[in-house]
Nanobody, 109 residues
């Protein structure tokens, strides 16, 4: 089970940190997002060893990290833009069929 948290309403240019708590040990993990009327898309991923990958749209602004001892994955989001508004989900990378409820991020202009 994966539980996302940390979303909210923030002004453009602001920051948020999302957290994902897993009920067991985690492998390669990723953050994904789905904006209204759009398909879910990849945001960032991190391997168990700590290697990271980012979508071009968030590169340089978002940072993914993990704590293997706590089975958590985080996403630090800086310089947020209105186009970052979406429901954010964590999942394995590549993702499993099961998705959690996600956490809403809304960036106002």
């Amino acid at each position: 089970q994966l539980v996302e948290s940390g979303g909210g309403l923030v002004q453009a240019g602001g920051s948020l940190t999302l957290s994902c708590a897993a009920s067991g040990s985690i492998n390669d993990m990723g953050w994904y997002r789905q904006a209204p009327r759009k398909q879910r898309e990849f945001v960032a991923s991190i391997t168990r060893g700590g290697s990271t990958n980012y979508a071009d749209t968030v590169k340089g602004r978002f940072t993914i990290s993990r704590d293997n001892a706590k089975n958590t994955v985080s996403l630090q989001m800086n310089s947020l833009k209105p186009e970052d508004t979406a429901v954010y989900y964590c999942n394995q990378a590549p993702p499993m069929a099961y998705w959690g409820q996600g956490t809403q991020v809304t960036v106002s202009s």
